[in-house]
T-cell receptor, first 118, second 111 residues
Framework: GAGVSQSPRYKVAKRGQDVALRCDPISGHVSLFWYQQALGQGPEFLTYFQNEAQLDKSGLPSDRFFAERPEGSVSTLKIQRTQQEDSAVYLC????????????????FGSGTQLSVL | DQQVKQNSPSLSVQEGRISILNCDYTNSMFDYFLWYKKYPAEGPTFLISISSIKDKNEDGRFTVFLNKSAKHLSLHIVPSQPGDSAVYFCAASDLGNQFYFGTGTSLTVIP
C-alpha cells in the first residue's frame, strides 16, 4: 500500500503477556519512528531507526520495551510482561529523511495499534 | 516536562468563521514546527509546517504564524468547515531525531 501500515489494529493482552506490534513503513522511507499515545495525550517519542540502525531509543520507558528493524523496512515493537500502564495507542511513522535532522521533513503516520492490557 | 503545550483542550467554531488554535513551547532550540490533524481511529496526518526563519506560512485555508520571541505559534483556519472537525496537534523539532507533540486541541465546527 501507499501509506504506513500497522498491525494488529487492536490488541488485548493479559497482564504479564508479551506482545509484538508490526509496522510497514512507506516504501523507500529511510527513517522510522515509534510513538506512544496515552488517552488524552499527544504522541510521545519511543525510538527512531535510520534504515536498520536504531539511532535513538531514549524514549523507551523500560527494558521491557524492545524495537527492531532488521532489514531496514518492516519494524516490530515488542513489549514483554505487559503492565496496565502500557495500555495506549502505539503509532508508527516514517519519513524520507536519511541524514538525520528533521527540518523540512514530515512524518507519515500509520493508524496505530490500540493496546489494552487487562 | 511538556516542552510543547496546547492549553485549550477543545474549541467550537461556527462554520464559515475563523478557527484559531494556539501552541506554546519552552525549548528555544526548536526551529521547525508542524501541525497535524487527527480523525478518530486514524493516525495523525500532516497539515502545515513552518521553519524558524519564517513567521508565516500559508496553504489554502490554513495559515501558521510563528512568534519566536514569545515561543508561540498558532494555526488559523479560514473559513472553517465541518470537515475540519478533528483533533489538532502541534509538534516541534530541534534538528534532532525527535518531534515533540502537544496534547492536542479538539476542534468542532458547527454547521
Amino acid at each position: 500500500g501507499a501509506g504506513v501500515s500497522q498491525s494488529p489494529r487492536y490488541k488485548v493482552a493479559k497482564r504479564g503477556q508479551d506482545v509484538a506490534l508490526r509496522c510497514d513503513p512507506i516504501s523507500g522511507h529511510v527513517s522510522l519512528f515509534w510513538y506512544q499515545q496515552a488517552l488524552g495525550q499527544g504522541p510521545e517519542f519511543l525510538t527512531y531507526f535510520q534504515n536498520e540502525a536504531q539511532l535513538d531509543k531514549s524514549g523507551l520507558p523500560s527494558d521491557r520495551f524492545f524495537a527492531e528493524r532488521p532489514e531496514g523496512s518492516v519494524s516490530t515493537l515488542k513489549i514483554q510482561r505487559t503492565q496496565q500502564e502500557d495500555s495506549a495507542v502505539y503509532l508508527c511513522a516514517s519519513s524520507l529523511a536519511g541524514t538525520g535532522g528533521l527540518v523540512n521533513e514530515k512524518l507519515f503516520f500509520g493508524s496505530g495499534t490500540q493496546l489494552s492490557v487487562l | 516536562d511538556q516542552q510543547v503545550k496546547q492549553n485549550s483542550p477543545s474549541l467550537s467554531v461556527q462554520e464559515g468563521r475563523i478557527s484559531i488554535l494556539n501552541c506554546d513551547y519552552t525549548n528555544s532550540m526548536f526551529d521547525y514546527f508542524l501541525w497535524y490533524k487527527k480523525y478518530p481511529a486514524e493516525g495523525p496526518t500532516f497539515l502545515i509546517s513552518i521553519s524558524s526563519i519564517k513567521d508565516k506560512n500559508e496553504d489554502g485555508r490554513f495559515t501558521v504564524f510563528l512568534n519566536k520571541s514569545a515561543k508561540h505559534l498558532s494555526l488559523h483556519i479560514v473559513p472553517s468547515q465541518p470537515g475540519d472537525s478533528a483533533v489538532y496537534f502541534c509538534a516541534a523539532s530541534d534538528l534532532g531525531n525527535q518531534f515533540y507533540f502537544g496534547t492536542g486541541t479538539s476542534l468542532t465546527v458547527i454547521p
